[in-house]
């Protein structure tokens, strides 16, 4: 391992190696971001719907006092 070339080369290959995770890290943590926008968005319309259908249950009326039909 006192070779300077076999060190160099080693050095080289870590530097490479530093490289290719940080370019996966950037990715990665692209990803990751987009994933949390959509998952906000989907959470926004989650919300909203269920307000929705929270509100359009409140106008029906109530099964329990409504005649059957054959009366």
């Known amino acids: 391992m006192n070779d300077p070339q076999k060190l ?3 050095v080289v290959d870590l530097e490479s ?3 290719i995770l940080q370019r ?3 990715q990665m ?3 990751v971001h987009d994933q949390q926008r959509q998952i906000e968005d989907l ?3 989650i919300d ?3 307000d929705k259908f929270a509100s359009d249950l409140d ?3 109530d ?3 409504e005649k059957p039909p054959h009366y």
Do not use: A, K, Y
Request: zero cysteines.
């Open 8 to 10: 160099n080369q080693r």
């Open 17 to 19: 190696m530093i490289m």
């Open 24 to 26: 996966d890290l950037e």
């Open 29 to 31: 943590s692209s990803v």
């Open 43 to 45: 959470q926004t319309q």
């Open 48 to 50: 909203h719907w269920n």
């Open 59 to 61: 106008d029906l009326p």
């Open 63 to 65: 099964p329990l006092d």
